[in-house]
């Protein structure tokens, strides 16, 4: 609903559906304008969004052909090359007609879609620097054999894990909007329900997806309209006060904390149709805000989660049960 929130990292147990659940998102998001042969996905309208050859064949008064396509989702693998996601020179190119020649990698597919890094705690530290990089720009600029070459990427960085396997960078971790974690269910109807399912998806996909389709595209509808209603939505001084005084009592450092949350608040007031915040929407969010930023003490043995949730009830003078169920809410 809003990409200016920064994507999500999920962390969670092995066979909890983390990869399923992140590959069905791009089905949900409407299609996007292109300039058509544009390698990077350029929008025609925003200049933001362009690639620097599209602003010259526009600034140069050329007509171009557009059109649409479904928001792109790009697999970062544990084992790519920066060249591959970065880009490379075209050696082929270079060899059979004598010219420099710029092949786009992976952030250039990713451009204005989702970026999706599985296992991303386990991702090559030079990896890392590139994303950063990317990330806090907006742009990825490369410099190969005397070749200059700089491209929008903007995208929703999406990434998976299991923190049993080990601990992200305090960089990159800052630089997923929210956090979530996911737990093996345990009730044995859930579970069941969940086999039956997979087992009804492998005997018939399409007579699968097919019964599906009717609520996959009332979804679809809620979350276009809410990206339209999104810009109406707004939230009172009183609470934008308390969340910054709850960041403020976490100590957390900077002000992506505010800023994540005051976004992710709104987008899940205008997902459920509303134009005004209301402090439910905030008790929903704010955990998922602010659990991973949180300076760790390896004396501390309650969850970050758990913190969260005691200073936003101190803040907003709320008993932790009210507030628990409002958690729990934000992911029945």
Known sequence: IDPRIGGVMIMGDRGTG???????????????????????????SDPDLQSTEVRERLDSGETISTSE??????DLPLGATEDRLCGTIDIEKALSEG?????????????RGL?????????????????LDSAASGWNTVEREG?????????????SGNPEEGELRPQLLDRFGMSVEVCTVREAELRVKVVDQRTAFDNDPEGFSSI???SQDELQNKVIEAQNKLKDVNIDEDLRLRISAVCGELDVDGLR????????????????????????????????????????DPLEQVDSGDRVVKAFCKVFERSEESSLKDFELAFS
């Open 18 to 44: 983390k990869t399923t659940t992140i590959r069905a998102l791009a089905d949900l998001l409407p299609a996007i304008p292109i300039v058509e042969g544009d390698p990077y996905n350029s929008s025609p």
């Open 69 to 74: 396509t479904q928001v792109p989702m790009v």
């Open 99 to 111: 010219v420099r020649a710029f092949e786009p990698g992976l952030l250039a597919k990713a451009n």
């Open 115 to 131: 970026l999706y890094v599985d296992e991303v705690n386990l991702l090559d530290d030079h990896l890392v620097d590139v994303l």
């Open 147 to 159: 070749i200059s070459v700089r491209h929008p990427a903007r995208f929703v960085l999406i990434g």
């Open 212 to 214: 599906k389709q009717s």
């Open 257 to 296: 904390g505010d800023i994540v949350t005051n976004r992710a608040s709104r987008a899940l007031a205008a997902f459920e149709g509303r134009t005004e915040v209301l402090e439910e929407d905030i008790a929903r969010v704010i955990s998922c805000s602010l659990r991973h930023r949180l300076r760790k």
